[in-house]
C-alpha cells in the first residue's frame, strides 16, 4: 500500500494561506493556541493542512468575537477531554454573551442615532428660523445690532 504523505509549508506560505503575519503564527504557538507545530532538523516550523485548518478556525472565531483568552480556555478543555463534548457547550455559552452583547450595542447605535436625528432637526429649524429673521437683503449682522 503507497503511504500518502501529508503536505508541508513553510512559515511564510501558510501566512499567506490563512493571511495572517508570521509573528501571529509564531504568538499563537507561544500561548498554546497552534500546538502541533513540528520542527525539521534545523529548527524551522513545518506546517501542515491540519494547521491551515485550524488557524482558519482561530481566524473565525475572531470574527465571531472570541478573545484570545477564550480560544486558549477552550483549547485547554479540549486537551484534557479529547473531545468536543465540553467545549460546543461552553462555545455556545460564549456566542450566546456575543450576541447579547451585539444586541445592546446595536440598542444603543439606535438610540445614539435617533439622538443625532432630532440634534440635526433642531439645528435644521434654527438655520430655517435665522433664514426667515434675517429677511432678503439683510446679513446676520444687521439684524444683530
Do not use: C, W
Not at 485547554?76 to 477531554?81: E, L, N, V
Not at 443625532?116 to 434654527?126: F, G, V
Request: glycine share 4%; proline share 1%; no cysteine.
Amino acid at each position: 500500500m503507497a503511504r500518502v504523505t501529508e503536505a508541508t509549508y513553510a512559515i511564510g506560505e501558510i501566512s499567506r494561506l490563512v493571511d495572517l503575519s508570521q509573528r501571529t503564527i509564531r504568538y499563537y504557538e507561544e500561548i498554546g493556541l497552534l500546538h502541533s507545530v513540528r520542527r525539521i532538523e534545523n529548527g524551522k516550523r513545518v506546517y501542515t493542512d491540519h494547521d491551515v485548518r485550524r488557524l482558519k478556525f482561530i481566524n473565525r472565531l475572531k470574527v465571531l468575537g472570541l478573545s484570545l483568552a477564550e480560544m486558549v480556555e477552550l483549547e485547554k478543555i479540549y486537551r484534557k477531554q479529547r473531545n468536543n463534548r465540553e467545549i460546543l457547550p461552553k462555545l455556545l455559552e460564549i456566542l450566546d454573551e456575543r450576541a447579547a452583547q451585539i444586541d445592546e450595542r446595536v440598542a444603543q447605535l439606535a438610540a445614539l442615532k435617533k439622538e443625532i436625528r432630532e440634534y440635526q432637526q433642531r439645528l435644521r429649524n434654527k438655520v430655517l428660523q435665522d433664514a426667515i429673521h434675517e429677511g432678503p437683503g439683510t446679513t446676520g449682522k444687521e439684524m444683530r445690532s
